[in-house]
């Protein structure tokens, strides 16, 4: 497969596209021009040409008004992830043996992808980003809609893919010396999306495996290391009565941790560990609690854990009785 696309000053949005094509065609080339007898002799022409059909996509095209059902309008990146991410994360499903990676989970990967990435690519490559965020805050008053500023100027510091990208657009060198930053970066956003689709393919598939879990009440129990977190930002009407979550950590120990209050406020807890219990460690905390074998609470209250299920399950209630709620 050819794959042609603009030369100069490039972005995130066609590189991304190439590291989308090229993982599903290992053998592809990508040419960059202006000139238009060159570009068409590419398989696909993307971001350049003005034209849409099945093998131009140029999201800069007068006629093109495709955008998502919240308004994002599609850029290159997106565009191309609509087309081929589905088949992105079977490919990467099949390469990385994830054997769970079925229909269902494929499909929520794929949605995740397009809201946490490709959606802010797009954003960006529009230029709708400050005017998106505007339209979310919906700002009624001028001191609102200072605030609003100084929050997408803040943001700007963010150093995002689109930023990351272009600052391989160095400075003063040759059309040579370009094209070879851009295939650079193409490979590396190749091996960060492959990643990016693992994890995500492990993260719906472990959100499902948390739904399993909880049956209602104060108390999230796993005896697996799970994505939960992810699982209470995506239904947090089903877990609006958790407090808690019990789960066993890396290192073959268990843990307790608060729930945040929301997906915007992730660094408030629902119930945070008492005052009593906190930055205390193995036989200090034994004797606060007047239980046996914890390891420690954190400073803040988050979190805390013990050596056994038993003696963290205790912590957890002691936990839920004598915490400090939001």
């Known amino acids: 497969m050819i794959i042609a696309t603009h030369d100069g000053t490039f972005h995130a949005d066609e590189t991304t596209a190439c590291a989308i094509l090229t993982y599903l065609n290992e053998n592809a080339t990508i040419i960059r021009s202006r000139d238009e007898n060159t570009l068409e002799s590419g398989d696909l022409v993307i971001d350049v040409s003005s034209q849409n059909d099945d093998r131009h996509f140029d999201h800069h095209s007068k006629d093109f008004t495709l955008c998502r059902d919240n308004g994002i309008k599609y850029a290159t990146a997106g565009l191309m992830w609509m087309h081929y991410g589905r088949e992105f994360l079977q490919k990467t499903a099949n390469d990385a043996k994830l054997s769970y990676a079925d229909d269902s989970i494929i499909e929520a990967a794929f949605k995740r992808i397009d809201s946490e990435v490709m959606e802010m ?9 400050t005017r998106y965020t505007e339209e979310l805050a919906e700002a009624k008053t001028q001191d609102e809609a200072r605030i609003v500023t100084s929050l997408n100027e803040f943001y700007l510091k963010s150093p995002d893919l689109p930023y990351l990208v272009s600052m391989m657009n160095l400075p003063n060198i040759t059309k040579e010396e370009q094209d070879k930053n851009f295939l650079k970066t193409v490979k590396i956003l190749k091996t960060l999306l492959i990643a990016t689709a693992i994890n995500a393919l492990n993260t719906e598939y472990g959100i499902k495996k948390v739904l399993e879990c909880y049956s209602g009440g104060p108390l999230l129990i796993m005896h697996e290391k799970l994505p939960w977190s992810s699982a209470v930002f ?61 390891t420690f609470v954190h400073k803040s209250g988050f979190t805390g854990g013990a050596k056994t299920f038993e003696d963290n399950l205790a912590l957890a209630k002691l936990w839920l009785k004598l915490g400090l709620k939001a």
Not at 121 to 129: A, C, F, S, V
Not at 236 to 243: I, L, Y
């Open 234 to 294: 995506n239904h947090e009407e089903f877990f609006k009565d958790c407090m808690l979550a019990v789960y066993p950590d890396r290192n073959g120990r268990w843990r307790v941790q608060s729930l945040p209050v929301s997906k915007a406020k992730r660094f408030e807890n629902r119930i945070s560990a008492p005052l009593a219990f906190r930055g205390l460690n193995d036989e200090d905390l034994d004797e606060a609690t007047g239980l046996k074998n914890t």
């Open 121 to 129: 690519i797009d954003l960006n490559d529009n230029g709708q980003l």
